[in-house]
């Protein structure tokens, strides 16, 4: 609560102190500033209201005023609104680690004359000379080489500040417990962008005093931080899903392995028990939240891989191959060696399950899923899945969805459903919106067709697709919140989701909708979720962005205004992206790696390489991975192909 509150005082001071210096200012000007500051006085009662996505829609109002009357703006305008914009990007921080995503805030450049408040101080910093490290502090930024490092010296600071909140915690939803975490960011996206201090979040909310809420950081943590991240955010550890509580953060590099991979065997196919079907669905049942996903893991074991699995934990390798009755194992199953497993009044696992598994490693522990790096639960829906039929997959997506609606409407509110021949429409919209729905539904299939071949009817999308309708927006974050477990954009109306069994649309539909309107939300995820269900690990930039690049060829009307924002938040997004890597590794913000996605599928659509897109997606029909199938078709992995397509936009190829 005092984390609460302190962050809404913080943001009020920040907003509602957004006073500007009006000399020399026209009555345009003056006007503009006015309205800036009445802008940023709504983002602040909004944020106070706990509005996070009302807040973050003023604070991107104030955002485009500026970039607006800054196109013809004085010097002395730039020097008004500069103390708006030093806030903007303060509470741009701030919004982000609530789960609201703002586009980024570019400052204008300062038209003439000379340098601003913030670019003489800047400067001043830039000129002053570095300060020599106290014993046993991090060395400091000139002295990078000589040894910052993560393990060492970034993980005590991270825990220490950030540990109860953000570490052991997630406020916000945001958690860095591990490396692994902290990279990959909020809800919002990344939070330390490597080589990027300016653009880094956690670097921001530090500096604006926003957090930690109980106390600032000493400069020299600080400093550390920013040299860390400047010099490129590295991890020097062994594991980097290792938790940063454990002692600093894992072990440098340097230090040995308690224990070494042990050699991994793929399946003959004469095996009787199979990893991928009938262990990993016992395994993620039975010790999810203790060894798969666990904020802290018992006895430093992680299975959320099979190759996690057989490096097993501070007690060795828990399987033994061949040898069912040596390994760690079924001793701790059967509670014959320590404490029994399932572990905190859990279910035992009933003897057959550990005869099963018992002849699974007598068998040799042997892997039949894509990857030792695949995740288990992923590994065994696939599993599931490759033995399913059609309609046993619609069975289990339907029962779903029914689950999943009651979870929302959890205040009783009248639920309808219609199924049609590709199709299970429910959830809490009139009966007659959700008939309309399905029936515009059915006619939209026809853009997915012309990217994907495949029989007709159930089989499409290998079983029948889940539409949820919900009447509301409130409805239809509530589902986000709840069902995927983060907030969806304050500007979206609908999106799509496959996560391996269930494929699903979500989206916002009244009586008061249009034909036109309805459609024209259904177009885009219907051909996404087509593209997504072709393959095992079909990535979400190539089926998002083939599904934009298609409804952008639908003949759909599109506010011009809206095209010139997506024109610019494209271009944008391909001036944030270094290589190919940062997109690929997910390092991006999600609005900028689904714009720089459509781009990209685009490109590979048009009418000189559709022959190879289209044996891109034959050759996902026949089972092949991604990367396989995408090397097949355009005789390049994706890597290589985005790297020259970057080139190719950014005029350096």
């Known amino acids: 609560m005092r984390y609460l509150v302190l962050s809404v005082l913080l943001f009020s001071a920040l907003i509602l102190g957004a006073t500007s210096r009006a000399a020399e200012l026209n009555a345009r ?66 919004l982000e680690l609530e789960g609201a995503p703002v586009p980024p805030f570019r400052r204008p450049a300062r038209p003439s004359g000379e340098a601003s ?12 000379p570095m300060k020599s490290p106290q014993p046993g502090q991090p060395p400091a930024a000139a002295d990078f080489t000589a040894g910052i490092s993560f393990t060492k010296h970034v993980s005590p600071i991270l825990v220490g500040r950030c540990g109860n909140c953000h570490v052991t915690g997630s406020k916000g939803g945001f958690n860095m417990g591990n490396y692994q975490a902290l990279m990959k960011g909020s809800k919002a996206g990344a939070v330390v962008f490597a080589g990027d201090v300016l653009n880094s979040v956690l670097v921001e909310v530090i500096e604006s005093g926003a957090m930690p809420p109980n106390g600032s950081v000493p400069p020299q943590e600080l400093l550390t931080l920013k040299t860390w991240i400047n010099a490129g955010a590295k991890f020097d550890g062994n594991d980097p899903t290792a938790p940063l509580t454990a002692g600093a953060g894992v072990a440098p590099v340097d230090a040995p392995m308690k224990t070494a991979m042990p050699e991994i065997k793929q399946a003959t196919g004469k095996e009787t028990v199979s990893f991928a079907g009938d262990i990993a669905p016992l395994l993620v049942e039975g010790c999810t939240g203790c060894h798969i996903d666990a904020m802290q893991t018992r006895g430093g074991l992680r299975i959320e891989t099979f190759a996690r699995m057989m490096r097993g934990g501070d007690s060795g390798a828990m399987i033994t191959p061949g040898n069912a009755a040596d390994s760690l194992l079924i001793k701790k199953l059967r509670g014959t060696v320590g404490d029994r497993m399932p572990a905190g009044g859990r279910p035992a696992f009933s003897e057959d399950a550990i005869q ?134 304050s500007h979206w109306n609908g999106h799509w989701k496959f996560d391996g069994i269930n494929a699903y649309i979500a989206i916002v539909a009244t009586d008061r909708d249009s034909d036109e309107e309805i459609q024209t939300r259904l177009i885009s995820p219907i051909v996404s979720l087509a593209v997504a269900t072709r393959g095992i690990d079909v990535p979400r930039w190539f089926a998002e962005g083939v599904g934009v690049s298609v409804f952008a060829k639908s003949g759909t009307k599109i506010d011009r205004d809206a095209k010139r924002r997506e024109d610019a938040e494209i271009f944008a997004a391909v001036v944030a992206v270094k290589d190919a890597k940062q997109f690929l590794d997910e390092k991006l913000k999600p609005e900028q790696t689904d714009r720089i996605g459509m781009a990209i599928a685009t490109s590979m659509m048009d009418r000189t390489r559709r022959k190879s897109f289209d044996a891109l997606i034959r050759n996902l029909n026949e089972g092949q991975p991604f990367e396989q199938a995408f090397q097949t078709a355009f005789r390049a992995v994706p890597a290589a192909y985005i790297t020259q397509w970057l080139n190719w936009t950014k005029g350096q190829g």
């Open 356 to 489: 099963l598994i018992s002849t699974w490693i007598n068998e040799g522990a042997t892997l039949d899923g894509a990857s030792k790096d695949q995740r288990l639960d992923v590994m065994s829906k696939l599993a599931w899945m490759s033995q399913a039929s059609p309609s046993e997959i619609s069975a289990k997506r339907e029962e779903d969805a029914q689950d999943n609606l009651k979870l929302v409407n959890a205040s009783g509110g009248e639920m309808h459903s219609v199924a049609t021949d590709h199709f299970f429409v429910t959830g809490t919209a009139s009966k007659a919106t959700m008939e309309l729905v399905a029936s515009k539904a059915e006619e939209q299939i026809k853009w997915a067709k012309t990217v994907v071949t495949a029989p007709d009817g159930e089989e499409y999308f290998h079983g029948k697709a889940t539409i949820f309708v919900m009447p509301r927006r409130y409805d239809y974050s509530e589902f986000a919140k709840m069902i995927e477990a983060r907030d969806v954009p």
């Open 29 to 94: 000007e003056k006007q503009l500033v006015n309205t800036v500051n009445q802008t940023l006085r709504t983002a602040g009662a909004e944020y106070k209201a706990g509005n996070f996505a009302a807040s973050a829609e003023a604070i991107e109002r104030a955002m485009t005023q500026i970039e607006i009357g800054m196109k013809v703006g004085s010097t002395e305008l730039f020097d008004a609104l500069e103390p708006s914009m030093k806030r903007i990007s303060t509470a741009h921080a701030m």
């Open 117 to 128: 408040d913030t670019e003489m101080a800047a400067e001043k910093n830039a000129t002053e």
